[in-house]
T-cell receptor, first 112, second 114 residues
Framework: GESVGLHLPTLSVQEGDNSIINCAYS??????FIWYKQESGKGPQFIID?????DKRQGQRVTVLLNKTVKHLSLQIAATQPGDSAVYFC???????????FGKGTRLSVIA | NAGVTQTPKFQVLKTGQSMTLQCAQD?????MSWYRQDPGMGLRLIHY???????DQGEVPNGYNVSRSTTEDFPLRLLSAAPSQTSVYFC?????????????FGEGSRLTVL
């Protein structure tokens, strides 16, 4: 996957700091959202999801925030570690029964 | 538990050649799909299937065929490869019917068409 992220927005964060990755989704009717992490040379992996009846959901070191008014999704990573370096994608769907639509991704680079 | 297995991992084709990318999952997932990933374009859906015998087109289906004769397998066929099909291809599956959209991805197949 070395060439996949050539034109992606990049977020550089110092190790130990918190990271915030933003995503503007496209369909106001979407009601289910997922964040995926893709490490170099691998397929995307599920991080966390949230449904439209929630504004916030927390996982282990990660929090997803949903603002339906402005169609905005964010992923917060606490105490960012070198292993968090990857490309992060948000994805949306309608009721989980339509195919996921992915955003273009953001590359997170952790500075040790 | 192997999850989603894609073969081959790498392939080089000449324009006009045909090939099949294989995808198999051992999780008894109903839903399977193929995405292509290009620089700056994110993941774009090619074809998907909600169960054996059922397939549907995604965002970029032209130049690709699929079939779903079994729950486990979902091959992607390129009948006449073009340089525009140079990409990394991902197969993904999920357990529909349990109100989840979580996709499990394979490791990807990198295709170069000369």
């Amino acid at each position: 996957g070395e060439s996949v992220g050539l034109h992606l927005p990049t977020l550089s964060v110092q190790e130990g700091d918190n990271s915030i990755i933003n995503c503007a989704y496209s369909n106001s009717a979407s009601d289910y959202f997922i964040w995926y992490k893709q490490e170099s040379g691998k397929g995307p992996q599920f991080i966390i999801d949230i449904r439209s009846n929630m504004d916030k959901r927390q996982g282990q070191r990660v929090t997803v925030l949903l603002n339906k008014t402005v169609k905005h999704l964010s992923l917060q990573i606490a105490a960012t570690q070198p292993g968090d370096s990857a490309v992060y994608f948000c994805a949306e769907t309608l009721s989980g029964n339509t195919p996921l639509v992915f955003g273009k991704g953001t590359r997170l680079s952790v500075i040790a | 538990n192997a999850g989603v297995t894609q073969t081959p991992k790498f392939q080089v084709l000449k324009t006009g050649q045909s090939m099949t990318l294989q995808c198999a999952q051992d999780m008894n997932h109903e839903y399977m799909s193929w995405y292509r990933q290009d620089p700056g374009m994110g993941l774009r859906l090619i074809h998907y299937s909600v169960g054996a015998g059922i397939t549907d087109q995604g965002e970029v289906p032209n130049g690709y065929n699929v079939s779903r004769s079994t729950t486990e397998d979902f091959p992607l066929r390129l009948l006449s490869a073009a340089p525009s099909q140079t990409s990394v291809y991902f197969c993904a599956s999920s357990l529909r019917g349990r109100n989840t959209g979580e996709l499990f991805f394979g490791e990807g197949s990198r295709l170069t068409v000369l």
